[in-house]
């Protein structure tokens, strides 16, 4: 045992090792450079910190306005800020109606049903408005949805699921959408938190070559809510084939309805979109925080739809004559931005595909790039991974051609960037790779595609008027070039950060501005760099490559999860008395949790408890939750304050033998024991 120290010993869980080297870089292809649409490099100089905040108003100019701001940045009362102010506009007028005016034949969306037998669904500009005015008077009608109500959105990847979304936006009302994946309970929570009494849900979807009921999650959505005193008054149904009911469960007579039988009334209906403050918020995006209660992140209408529509048009390089395919789920961010509201303010097509890449097989991804002639790609590490795996000579065996492509969620390591970019872009496409958040609404860094080299592993620097700073634990500023890791923060506001958090200013202010703020009473927005919880490290030549998350989140498969909620879930099983989840390297998912779990005094460990906490962690949650495995031990290694040392059981999981300096433990004789138990011997 060490030598006793005072005071008590401060156990830094965040120190961050940095292995790698520097790597070759790659530059965009003539033929790229040639049609792109960001190819000014004085760009970069009008959007510099001495144009903030002005520059972002050429942002706002790709949008059509019924009322143009007077100011475009309201930044009296930081870190709460307002963008366009005095503008008025709608979401779903300019995702659709404009476009449709112009080009009412091109398609909007093509819907990818699982089935490969199925025919794809082609949703022309004209269709979407037509459907988005119908299910919009729908809602107003027979829901009574008005401007400001939270509509819950339940559903699968299907045409469906942007239609609701973007009638809601036509009446000013805001959309939470719930990955269709997560289960009842969570939907239930994220109702009760928005005050949400419309639920929008689907009958059945295909996931991995079955068809799941949905509709039967709906019901225990419910019926969760109502427990905690939230009752839904309405749950429509959208047909997954109209005309047929494909779940077992029956409908509730008076709570139920069938969309698909409702939509005849509305035949012709049209819908004025209502004219909407800039900063009245657009939707609500629920993401994990560190306190184990999700949290919903507020987006504006006029400064987040502004941001993505030119991130959309910049660094994904999409013109109206683009098939752009995000092989994202609407239910996460990355959905929303960059597939639903980015592509479609931009006139493009986007493809919205039901399942999952690998079904049938892995050349499923390309067959669909083929046949759409999709020319941008957007996917994770994650998705690409699994590809690799599960066929790394498939994608040369198409005629795919895309001319970019996008990596987004979690890091990507340069090897498998590398297989990226010589296999399936057959070293033609530029790679972005983006790296931001569900609070920023869009990119933050990447590198502009026809404009800066490509560098395996590292988001680029920061995007048009962003500008990252990565500081120390003291808020000392780590110079570029250093090779330092810290917190990366952005200095300044921008269009498409989040409002605040719903419900919660506070948190939103002690999340991500007090750890860096001097002065709370400050009301200069220097004073409030963003910190956005991942650290990172800049090179010197300002790429910024990415560590991951230094909060209690882990990340995975490219969703965020909170470790205290998936605790929480393991302690609902009576035996469990403590239970601590890491993040545990895995080849295909990036990372994946391992869960560990201590007992109440007197209780045998067994097969049976194991299984009862993995089920109840994707009950709870949902199955991308599953622990990889669950852990009985002794004891959980902790710190005489009581604070799980998760770092040790993280280097345990992953395999390693030094875990790491263990002598501030209170229990430091645990960890061999529980070495020896995942490890062996
Ligand atoms: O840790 C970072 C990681 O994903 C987190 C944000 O997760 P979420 O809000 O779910 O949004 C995902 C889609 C934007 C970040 O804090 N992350 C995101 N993009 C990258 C990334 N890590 C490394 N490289 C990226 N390109």
């Given amino acids: 045992m060490a030598q006793a120290r005072e005071p008590e010993p401060v156990v830094d869980e965040r120190s961050i090792e940095v292995h790698w080297r520097e790597e070759d870089t790659y530059q965009p292809r003539p033929e790229f450079i040639a049609q792109a649409n960001l190819t000014d490099p004085d760009f970069y100089r009008r959007f510099s910190l001495d144009n903030f905040p002005d520059c972002y108003d050429e942002y706002a100019r790709l949008l059509d306005w019924d009322k143009y701001w007077h100011t475009t940045l309201d930044a009296s009362n930081p870190p709460f800020y307002k963008w366009f102010v ?3 506009l709608n979401a779903s007028y300019n995702c659709v109606d404009r476009h449709r005016v112009k080009d009412p034949n091109k398609t909007a969306i093509h819907f990818v049903p699982e089935p490969e037998d199925e025919p794809i669904l082609h949703v022309t500009y004209q269709d979407l408005w037509i459907r988005v005015n119908e299910f919009a008077a729908l809602l107003r009608e027979f829901a009574g949805v008005k401007p400001g109500d939270r509509v819950t959105i339940h559903m699968p990847m299907v045409a469906e699921l942007p239609v609701a979304m973007l009638a809601c936006a036509r009446l000013g009302a805001m959309h939470s959408v719930v990955f269709g994946g997560f289960s009842a309970k969570a939907c239930a929570d994220r109702m009760v938190d928005a005050g949400s009494n419309i639920l929008i849900t689907m009958d059945a979807y295909w996931r991995n070559g079955q068809l799941l009921d949905h509709k039967a999650k709906a019901d225990d959505t419910v019926k969760e809510a109502a427990a905690h005193g939230l009752t839904v008054d309405k749950v429509l149904i959208w047909q997954r084939y109209p005309g047929r009911y494909s779940s077992q469960v029956p409908l509730v007579e008076g709570r139920d309805f069938i969309v698909n039988d409702l939509l005849p009334r509305y035949r012709g ?4 979109p209502v004219s909407m403050p800039a900063e009245a918020p657009l939707f609500l995006m629920y993401t994990s ?4 209660k999700p949290k919903a992140v507020q987006h504006s209408t006029g400064g987040y739809l502004a941001y993505v529509t030119a991130t959309a048009r910049y660094y994904l390089d999409i013109k109206p004559e683009d098939v752009y395919w995000c092989m994202a789920d609407i239910g996460w961010i990355t959905g929303h931005s960059y597939i639903v509201y980015g592509p479609l303010s931009n006139g493009t097509s986007t493809v919205v595909y039901e399942g999952v890449p690998t079904y049938p097989d892995p050349g499923r991804p390309w067959r669909i790039a083929e046949e759409l002639g999709v020319t941008i790609f957007h996917t994770s590490p994650t998705a690409i991974r699994q590809l690799r795996k599960a066929g790394p000579d498939v994608p ?3 005629n795919h051609k895309f001319k970019l492509m996008v990596t987004v969620g979690e890091p990507i390591e340069p090897d498998v960037w590398r297989w990226y970019y010589h296999e399936v872009g057959k070293g033609q496409a530029v790679i972005v790779d983006t790296w931001w958040q569900t609070e920023t609404g869009g990119f933050l860094c990447t590198q502009a595609p026809a404009l800066m080299k490509m560098k395996p592993g590292s988001a680029g620097p920061g995007v048009l008027g962003i500008n990252p700073v990565v500081f120390d634990e003291d808020g000392r500023e780590i110079e570029p070039g250093s090779g330092q890791a810290g917190y990366l923060c952005i200095r300044n506001p921008w269009p498409g950060m989040m409002q605040t958090i719903w419900g919660d200013p506070d948190r939103f ?8 703020n001097k002065n709370p009473n400050s009301k200069d927005w220097r004073d409030w760099p963003y910190m956005a919880g991942d650290g990172a490290v800049i090179a010197e030549d300002g ?7 230094l909060d209690d989140v882990i990340n995975v498969a490219g969703h965020r999860l909170g470790t205290k909620e998936i605790e929480n879930a393991a302690l609902q099983v009576p035996e469990v008395a403590e239970a601590a989840v890491v993040a545990a390297h895995d080849e295909i998912k990036g990372t994946v949790p391992d869960l560990y779990v201590a007992l109440h005094p007197g209780v045998e460990p067994s097969d049976d408890i194991k299984k009862r906490v993995s089920d109840m962690v994707s009950e709870v ?4 939750a599953r622990p990889r495995a669950v852990h009985i031990v002794p004891d959980l290694p902790k710190t005489r304050s009581g604070k799980i040392m998760r770092r040790i059981l993280a280097a345990i999981s992953d395999g390693r033998e030094d875990v790491g300096d263990v002598t501030t433990l209170a229990n430091p004789e ?12």
């Fill in 396 to 398: 040369r065996r198409y």
């Fill in 509 to 516: 202010i002690k999340t991500y501005f007090a750890k860096f």
């Fill in 86 to 88: 005095g503008g008025r």
């Fill in 543 to 549: 790429y910024v490559r990415i560590l991951g998350r």
């Fill in 670 to 681: 645990v960890v061999e024991a529980i070495r020896q138990q995942v490890q062996g011997g």
């Fill in 269 to 272: 209906a049209r819908v004025e």
């Fill in 621 to 624: 949650i949902g199955k991308i």
């Fill in 289 to 292: 925080g560190s306190t184990g």
